[in-house]
């Protein structure tokens, strides 16, 4: 077969001047459409998309563009309020990927296209016949059983219309369920007949509802009387001309490893939400990076083949390989539908590879189709199948990959992750565990900002002078948990120096905040539960939790929570998350790394934790504002820069104190206690914190977008750099102990509000990042020691021969 498109004849001359079967209507009907027959004992002939992607090779974007652009026509037709309540619902298998490009038009809406595979656990929401369709049952399956049920418009997107039938089954079954004001029918073609038209209105009479039309081009298709023996007739004619596909050589299959965001829908078959969509625009570089790295230097024309009703994933992956690769890109899709083949230019079927069924379809096995490839001159053809087709008959010898290896030189396999709805872990309740503490009775927080799962010891005195509070830890091996320092009132000169580092910071703050919550979004879940680690961590999951509100509409769950060094997280906090979350939702949260000792920390625990109770999920990688010692994959910066919330303590984060764990005061059935310090509302900047950096979100939302693309495209195995600096900076020190040196901005800071420091060392040319530290450091009678080539752009060192308040790993005082 030419690779030209017949050669400029149209593709349904063959059909019309055989059978007398004519389109009538718009002039760009031909160019939309072309004609073939198939073994159908409903209807002979079949309308042959050019622009749909499923049995002609199509430019990606062109197949998506006019997706996309009808997409917009309806948004302009419901307008933006409207628009935002409605579901877009596509139909199996041919518009599938035709449906959710019209949901992308759309923007605003979630989408859900009709299935013929039956997925065990997953309710079924409603389903329809499709009279003239080789395969009839249509399931929908929703995820989200809520999702049909709104009262906003409905949009309905399939590839034709021609009798308008399988649109009524849907409203009429829909309707009943789940009445709606409003329906709009999305079609590449309307070739409905004038009665058909009319019928459609009247239905829409009797309903009460409006249902409007918006189709790229529309006419009618002229039947002469006897079509479809006569159809049938030529079908066993040519069928038996047929020539059986070569056997495949060995060796030519690749297997291409695209890193399919975890949790991410393949599809619509569930749902498919636009924070879905947000997940795999960003993913997208990346993955089509990795097919164009795999396509072999010689290839000019490549066709990525989808497979049946995963459309959408193998068209969104092709457009961005047609964007950044140097080749002629295609793409179609295989089917289970049957269709006589005929190579001739004015035909609109070629040629047809046939190949068995690989995905263990509910109605047995069968013969599925690939139209227009054998034949076609592609170099390469990448082969998109989800893993729940990626089964032996998909290799086997008279399998899809080995007929694609007979006519191209070079196949290779992407598996995308079948995504199946699991019904969520909720566990027995504890009885025992209350439910989170909220502001303004627990912390200058509003109350939806976060919830803390700890208990309140407002009551108890725990604070002690600093060398008192150590003496005590060294002296007696009590742990650092079990009592607080005594809280910082800064100077004057001191808050004036916050709130300047804040305006000239909230912007650098702002971007590391979207930059890791998109990460987060992107990576981990499309709808997080955001679980900050008490207390530097909290305000950057307010942060987190805001940013996500601004730029997706969620409302995410965030919760603070205690981690002890040397005695690991609380527990009963995991408890009552699992009892109320998906633990594979849930990520922690947290302000910065310094050497990554929490880091190591909450791996350790949430294994200990996973062994004891055996509630699993929790996924230990904790996602920073900053990683400036390179010991996670997600953060917004590896910056080393001045996070103004560590400058403070109680006063920048809610009022609240650090965490307290005493066995008098913290029982097995209860969680890690702390303070809420209301006697100095006066002086709290919590809330300004806040509000400053998210009035900066609108100014950095574009850089945002891009710096994620490069992120998730870029290698973030953690190098951990930072400990190895922390252990050569103790060794050159004579300290000899990882644990007395406090790499980073906000450990420096710490070191000086709550530590007896020894001295300070500072990267030489540090600018204003290093204000505050100085000026504690001269209050404190601290040397400051500019150091060259230092990875940080400050270290605190805490020494023991200099001060009893220092602890080890375990929160005990070391000795020398």
């Given at each position: 077969?030419?690779?030209?498109?017949n050669?400029g004849?149209?593709?349904?001359s063959?059909?019309?001047?055989r059978?007398g079967v004519?389109?009538?209507?718009?002039?760009?009907?031909?160019?939309?459409?072309g004609l073939?027959l198939?073994?159908n004992?409903?209807r002979a002939h079949?309308?042959?998309?050019?622009?749909?992607g499923?049995?002609v090779?199509?430019s990606?974007g062109?197949?998506?563009?006019?997706?996309?652009?009808?997409?917009?026509?309806?948004?302009?037709l419901?307008g933006?309020?409207e628009?935002?309540r409605?579901?877009?619902?596509g139909?199996?298998?041919?518009?599938t990927?035709?449906?959710?490009?019209?949901a992308?038009?759309l923007?605003?809406?979630p989408?859900?296209?009709?299935?013929r595979?039956?997925?065990?656990g997953?309710a079924?929401?409603g389903?329809?016949?499709e009279s003239?369709s080789?395969a009839?049952?249509?399931?929908l399956?929703?995820?989200d059983p809520a999702?049909?049920a709104g009262d906003g418009p409905?949009?309905?997107?399939?590839?034709?219309f021609?009798?308008?039938n399988?649109?009524?089954n849907?409203i009429?079954?829909l309707h009943?369920r789940?009445?709606?004001k409003?329906?709009v029918?999305v079609?590449?073609?309307?070739m409905?007949?004038?009665a058909d038209?009319?019928?459609?209105?009247?239905?829409?009479r009797?309903?009460?509802?409006?249902v409007d039309l918006v189709a790229a081009?529309?006419?009618?298709v002229?039947l002469?009387?006897?079509v479809l023996?006569?159809?049938?007739e030529?079908?066993a004619?040519y069928?038996?001309r047929e020539?059986?596909?070569p056997g495949?050589?060995?060796?030519r299959?690749?297997?291409v490893?695209?890193?399919?965001?975890?949790?991410l829908?393949d599809?619509?078959?569930?749902?498919?939400t636009p924070?879905?969509?947000?997940r795999?625009?960003?993913a997208l570089?990346?993955?089509?990076?990795?097919?164009?790295?795999a396509?072999?230097?010689?290839?000019r024309r490549v066709?990525?083949?989808g497979?049946?009703e995963?459309?959408y994933a193998p068209?969104?992956?092709?457009r961005?390989?047609?964007?950044v690769?140097?080749?002629?890109?295609?793409?179609?899709?295989?089917?289970r539908?049957?269709v006589?083949?005929?190579?001739?230019?004015?035909y609109a079927?070629?040629?047809?590879?046939v190949?068995p069924?690989h995905?263990?379809?509910?109605?047995?096995?069968g013969?599925?189709?690939?139209?227009?490839?054998?034949?076609?001159?592609?170099?390469?053809?990448v082969a998109v199948?989800?893993?729940a087709?990626?089964?032996?008959r998909?290799?086997?010898?008279?399998?899809?990959?080995a007929?694609?290896a007979a006519h191209?030189?070079?196949?290779?396999l992407a598996?995308v992750?079948?995504?199946v709805p699991?019904p969520?872990?909720v566990?027995e309740?504890?009885a025992m565990?209350?439910?989170?503490?909220?502001?303004p009775?627990f912390?200058?927080?509003?109350?939806?900002?976060v919830?803390?799962?700890?208990q309140?010891l407002?009551?108890?005195?725990l604070?002690?002078p600093?060398?008192?509070r150590?003496?005590?830890i060294q002296?007696g091996g009590?742990?650092?948990a079990?009592?607080?320092?005594?809280?910082y009132?800064?100077?004057?000169?001191?808050q004036?120096?916050?709130?300047?580092?804040l305006?000239?910071?909230?912007e650098?703050i702002?971007h590391a905040?979207g930059?890791?919550?998109?990460?987060?979004?992107?990576e981990?879940?499309?709808r997080?539960?955001?679980?900050?680690?008490?207390?530097?961590?909290t305000?950057?999951?307010?942060?987190?939790?805001?940013w996500a509100?601004?730029?997706?509409?969620l409302?995410l769950?965030?919760?603070a929570v205690?981690?002890?060094?040397g005695?690991?997280?609380?527990a009963?906090a995991?408890?009552?998350l699992?009892?109320?979350h998906d633990p594979r939702?849930?990520v922690?949260?947290d302000?910065?790394?310094?050497?990554?000792?929490?880091?190591?920390?909450l791996a350790?625990a949430?294994?200990e934790?996973e062994?004891g109770?055996g509630i699993t999920g929790f996924?230990?990688?904790?996602?920073v504002?900053a990683?400036?010692g390179?010991?996670v994959?997600?953060?917004?910066?590896?910056?080393?820069?001045?996070?103004?919330s560590?400058c403070?303590?109680s006063?920048?984060s809610g009022?609240?104190?650090?965490?307290?764990l005493?066995?008098d005061l913290v029982?097995?059935n209860?969680f890690?206690?702390?303070?809420f310090?209301?006697?100095?509302?006066?002086?709290?900047?919590?809330?300004?914190f806040l509000?400053?950096v998210?009035a900066?979100?609108p100014e950095?939302?574009?850089a945002v977008?891009t710096?994620?693309?490069?992120?998730?495209a870029?290698?973030r195995?953690?190098?951990w750099e930072?400990w190895?600096?922390?252990?050569r900076?103790s060794?050159?020190y004579g300290?000899?102990d990882v644990?007395?040196v406090?790499p980073?901005?906000?450990?420096?800071?710490?070191?000086?509000?709550?530590?007896?420091p020894?001295?300070?060392?500072?990267?030489a040319?540090?600018?204003?990042d290093l204000?505050?530290?100085?000026l504690?450091?001269?209050?404190?009678?601290?040397?400051v020691?500019?150091?060259?080539?230092?990875?940080?752009?400050c270290?605190g060192?805490?020494h023991p021969?200099?001060?009893?308040?220092?602890?080890g790993?375990?929160?005990?005082?070391v000795?020398?």
């Amino acid at each position: 077969m030419n690779k030209a498109v017949n050669n400029g004849a149209w593709s349904g001359s063959w059909v019309a001047e055989r059978l007398g079967v004519g389109l009538l209507g718009d002039d760009t009907l031909t160019g939309l459409l072309g004609l073939a027959l198939r073994r159908n004992p409903k209807r002979a002939h079949l309308l042959v998309s050019n622009v749909l992607g499923k049995h002609v090779p199509q430019s990606p974007g062109v197949v998506y563009g006019h997706g996309f652009a009808l997409g917009r026509r309806v948004r302009e037709l419901l307008g933006d309020e409207e628009a935002g309540r409605a579901v877009v619902l596509g139909y199996a298998e041919t518009a599938t990927g035709l449906g959710h490009s019209v949901a992308d038009g759309l923007g605003l809406a979630p989408y859900l296209h009709s299935t013929r595979r039956p997925v065990a656990g997953v309710a079924r929401a409603g389903g329809f016949e499709e009279s003239h369709s080789h395969a009839t049952s249509h399931l929908l399956l929703p995820e989200d059983p809520a999702l049909l049920a709104g009262d906003g418009p409905l949009v309905l997107v399939d590839d034709e219309f021609s009798t308008g039938n399988t649109v009524l089954n849907t409203i009429r079954d829909l309707h009943e369920r789940y009445p709606r004001k409003r329906y709009v029918v999305v079609a590449l073609v309307d070739m409905r007949s004038p009665a058909d038209a009319g019928r459609l209105e009247s239905f829409a009479r009797e309903i009460g509802a409006r249902v409007d039309l918006v189709a790229a081009a529309s006419g009618t298709v002229r039947l002469p009387e006897g079509v479809l023996e006569k159809g049938q007739e030529l079908v066993a004619r040519y069928e038996s001309r047929e020539a059986p596909a070569p056997g495949a050589e060995d060796g030519r299959i690749t297997r291409v490893e695209l890193h399919w965001p975890r949790g991410l829908p393949d599809g619509g078959r569930h749902g498919f939400t636009p924070a879905h969509r947000a997940r795999l625009e960003r993913a997208l570089p990346a993955m089509a990076a990795r097919l164009a790295e795999a396509i072999p230097g010689g290839a000019r024309r490549v066709l990525v083949l989808g497979f049946e009703e995963l459309m959408y994933a193998p068209l969104r992956l092709a457009r961005e390989l047609e964007q950044v690769a140097n080749v002629e890109v295609r793409y179609s899709t295989t089917t289970r539908s049957p269709v006589l083949a005929v190579d001739d230019p004015g035909y609109a079927i070629r040629t047809r590879l046939v190949f068995p069924a690989h995905d263990d379809p509910a109605d047995g096995p069968g013969e599925r189709y690939a139209y227009n490839v054998a034949g076609a001159g592609f170099d390469a053809v990448v082969a998109v199948v989800d893993s729940a087709a990626d089964t032996p008959r998909l290799h086997a010898p008279d399998g899809l990959l080995a007929r694609l290896a007979a006519h191209t030189p070079h196949v290779l396999l992407a598996v995308v992750p079948s995504y199946v709805p699991e019904p969520l872990y909720v566990p027995e309740r504890p009885a025992m565990l209350p439910e989170p503490l909220r502001g303004p009775a627990f912390s200058s927080y509003a109350p939806d900002e976060v919830g803390w799962l700890l208990q309140d010891l407002s009551d108890v005195t725990l604070e002690a002078p600093t060398e008192e509070r150590e003496e005590a830890i060294q002296s007696g091996g009590a742990h650092y948990a079990e009592s607080l320092p005594v809280e910082y009132q800064p100077s004057e000169q001191y808050q004036r120096l916050f709130h300047a580092a804040l305006e000239d910071s909230a912007e650098r703050i702002a971007h590391a905040v979207g930059v890791v919550t998109e990460t987060v979004i992107a990576e981990r879940s499309p709808r997080p539960v955001l679980v900050s680690l008490a207390r530097a961590g909290t305000p950057v999951g307010v942060l987190m939790r805001r940013w996500a509100k601004y730029r997706h509409g969620l409302d995410l769950p965030h919760y603070a929570v205690s981690i002890v060094r040397g005695r690991g997280i609380d527990a009963n906090a995991l408890r009552w998350l699992a009892a109320h979350h998906d633990p594979r939702d849930v990520v922690f949260v947290d302000g910065w790394t310094g050497k990554g000792a929490i880091t190591r920390e909450l791996a350790d625990a949430i294994e200990e934790f996973e062994a004891g109770d055996g509630i699993t999920g929790f996924d230990p990688e904790i996602a920073v504002l900053a990683d400036p010692g390179s010991c996670v994959r997600t953060y917004g910066t590896r910056e080393d820069f001045l996070i103004p919330s560590a400058c403070l303590n109680s006063t920048v984060s809610g009022l609240i104190s650090r965490t307290v764990l005493r066995a008098d005061l913290v029982g097995p059935n209860d969680f890690h206690g702390a303070k809420f310090y209301r006697e100095l509302a006066g002086v709290d900047v919590s809330v300004a914190f806040l509000d400053a950096v998210a009035a900066r979100f609108p100014e950095v939302t574009d850089a945002v977008d891009t710096a994620v693309k490069e992120l998730l495209a870029a290698d973030r195995t953690p190098t951990w750099e930072g400990w190895a600096a922390v252990e050569r900076i103790s060794k050159e020190y004579g300290i000899h102990d990882v644990n007395l040196v406090k790499p980073g901005v906000g450990e420096t800071t710490r070191v000086l509000l709550r530590r007896v420091p020894w001295k300070i060392l500072a990267r030489a040319g540090a600018g204003p990042d290093l204000d505050h530290v100085r000026l504690l450091a001269e209050q404190r009678g601290v040397p400051v020691e500019e150091v060259d080539e230092l990875p940080y752009t400050c270290v605190g060192l805490i020494h023991p021969r200099y001060t009893r308040g220092a602890t080890g790993a375990d929160g005990k005082a070391v000795t020398v």
